[in-house]
């Protein structure tokens, strides 16, 4: 294979992690990646850490860029650092040779307060890099990333700020560095020579993982063959039967992404593929991943007793048969409420227009707008009025979480979107994680949904499928969160990790084990989490049944198992054109999950 040919695979094998094509040749391929990133953890050091900025923590209003000087291989180095938190890109070779151009791209980096340097021993010939990254250290955070011979880091001998290098300068050398950086692979190496007086032999500081290491299946002593033929196999049938146009499938196995590849199209029709980073409706997954967390951070800060009755935080409970309700059965489903109520069957002419205005501010497409007031006057009062039927026993209801987005935002006096924002999703680096995403997004990123017929009349896309969260402007707490697979990834490896990401923490571990475990005497369920049935060999029939996680209606299965430390997301836009059931009907994911099991379990 030719050294360009070689690059180019390894490149996309890298956005990718697993590739398709012959399984043989893959595992070849994926064994000697691993061998040869090992050999460039033995020389990766880290300098100048005195202040232990590496790896990066909190990622909130941390605006970075990563400006390179040589372009050979800053396209891989940068789509690694965006696995982890946004990082835009600069190609600075425009800048150089004229006088003054490096003012310009100063000037040009004013608003990101990190600037991420990509240096090999060739640039730094160009004394105007080195006043480029003297004059920014001054008022920016630099990180150096230097690749190359030991005259690299002789010319880096006056700066202060922390440098990550690595005497070689290939593929596996900036995946490692990029990975470092943010704490998804450790440096632990030291100097092995003298450079100068500040550098000597024996220089260097420690860093651990702290976040998601990314790598290829053969690091587990997996063989690739053997978990990509099956799952290759089972989503091809899902797509060939018409049960789901497209699907990412992610797995996450002791901290580290074996697994993380797209299928299909966004349509049956072809055209746009499928791309790990598209973003899905994960319908009721908005149970755990918003509503849920918000309320475990809560009852962390005593804000919030589950024995406490609903009507201590809803007022307009009070005067309802719900006033009595505790939040822990509103939690388990176990409230009495109805399943759910069909909202769209009490629309009047006069609630809704074809084009917003103050009047009519409430999306729920992009020709669908409803009345303001139209949640506080119609469905609000349907659901506090709503019959209650069989108290204290398991009936799985949308209402519960419409309760609960009540209650969060009384306590918090804050929007819940805008609270899980700040306190997990911005400062965890979930980048596409939110509600309403054609507000921060091109809509080609986002994968469609059904044809609604039901009143909006139009292909879903970048607005919520869910008829009643969209009643309420796309942001509720049953439905209404978008997101990509790597965002689940990361908000569940904190969860599994006892509620530690990025050397930050969440939520204490007896928090998560409480909400998390079996809490019900009449169910399977968690505190807004689902669980496995062994019984029932639900989600698998070789989950443990330390299992938790939870499906969304689109097509989403989300399942954390404690006992393998494993994490298994499938995404899927099973409800277009027209909702299918044939993902169920032909057992696509429990399938999937037994293979993964079976591959799992000759690694033990």
């Known amino acids: 294979m030719k050294f360009g040919n070689l690059i180019s695979f390894k490149v996309f094998m890298l956005c990718n992690l697993i590739t398709s094509g012959v399984f043989s040749q893959q595992h070849k391929l994926n064994t000697r990646w691993i061998k040869e990133r090992r050999d460039v953890e033995k020389t990766t050091v880290l300098l100048n850490n005195e202040r232990g900025l590496i790896p990066l923590k909190d990622l909130t209003d941390n605006r970075m860029v990563s400006v390179s000087f040589d372009s050979k291989y800053a396209p891989a ?67 150096i ?49 003298d450079i100068s ?16 290491t990314y790598t290829v299946p053969e690091e587990l002593g997996i063989n690739s063959k053997d978990l990509q033929k099956p799952v290759d196999a089972i989503i091809a049938e899902a797509i060939a039967q018409r049960a789901t146009p497209s699907a990412v499938l992610m797995l996450i196995k002791d901290g580290k992404v074996i697994l993380n590849q797209a299928f299909g199209s966004h349509t049956y029709e072809g055209g746009q593929k499928t791309k790990t980073t598209d973003i899905y409706d994960l319908a009721s997954v908005t149970k755990i991943t918003a509503t849920t967390p918000a309320v475990m951070r809560l009852f962390e800060e005593r804000k919030l007793n589950l024995d406490t009755p609903v009507s201590a935080y809803i007022p307009k409970a009070w005067d309802t048969d719900k006033r009595n309700i505790p939040v822990r059965q509103v939690m388990l ?148 969160l978008f997101g990509s697979a790597t965002d689940l990834a990361i908000f569940y490896q904190m969860l599994l990790n006892g509620g530690t990401y990025g050397g930050i923490r969440y939520f204490k571990p007896e928090t998560i084990k409480t909400f998390s475990s079996k809490q019900s005497r009449t169910s399977r369920r968690g505190l807004g989490f689902d669980r496995s049935d062994v019984k029932t060999e639900y989600p698998s029939k070789l989950a443990s049944g ?59």
Do not use: C
Request: glycine content about 8%; aromatic content about 12%.
């Open 546 to 604: 330390n299992t938790f996680g939870h499906t969304g209606y689109t097509g989403i299965r989300l399942w954390v198992d404690r006992d393998v430390n494993l994490i298994y997301i499938l995404l899927t836009n099973r409800v277009h054109p027209v909702t299918s059931n044939k993902l169920n009907d032909l057992s696509i994911s429990s399938r999937l999950m037994d293979s993964i099991y079976e591959v799992l379990s000759k690694t033990e």
């Open 197 to 212: 007086k500040k550098y000597r032999k024996g220089a260097g500081f420690d860093t651990e993982v702290i976040r998601l």
């Open 333 to 480: 489903h176990e409230a009495g409420f109805v399943p759910f109520i069909p909202f769209f069957k009490d629309i009047k002419a006069n609630d809704f227009r074809r084009d917003s205005s103050a009047a009519y501010p409430v999306a729920a497409s992009q020709n669908y707008y409803f009345r303001k007031g139209f949640f506080k006057d119609m469905m609000w009062p349907l659901m506090l009025n709503s019959a209650l039927r069989d108290t204290g026993k398991y009936v799985y209801s949308d209402l519960s979480m419409y309760f609960m987005k009540e209650i969060v935002e009384s306590i918090t006096s804050q929007p819940l979107e805008s609270y899980v924002q700040e306190n997990f999703y911005k400062p965890l680096g979930m980048q596409r994680a939110g509600y309403n995403p054609l507000y921060r997004f091109p809509k080609e990123q986002i994968v469609p949904t059904e044809v609604d017929t039901l009143f909006r009349n139009t292909l879903l896309q970048g607005y919520v499928h869910d008829p009643g969260a969209s009643m309420v402007g796309g942001i509720s707490g049953h439905a209404g």
């Open 77 to 143: 180095f940068d789509r690694v650092l965006n696995l982890h938190a946004k990082v835009e890109s600069v190609d600075a070779r425009g800048y150089l040779g004229k006088s003054g151009r490096m003012g310009d791209l100063s000037y040009d980096l004013k608003f990101f307060n990190t600037i991420i340097v990509q240096i090999s021993a060739d640039q730094l010939q160009d004394n105007q890099v080195l006043n480029f990254i003297t004059d920014n250290q001054k008022n920016k955070q630099i990180i």
């Open 145 to 193: 990333a230097a690749f190359g011979g030991k005259e690299v880091l002789s010319r880096l001998n006056d700066l202060s700020v922390p440098i990550i290098w690595t005497q070689h300068y290939s593929v596996e050398a900036v995946d490692y560095v990029a990975q470092a950086i943010f704490g998804g692979l450790p440096v632990t190496a030291r100097l092995m020579f």
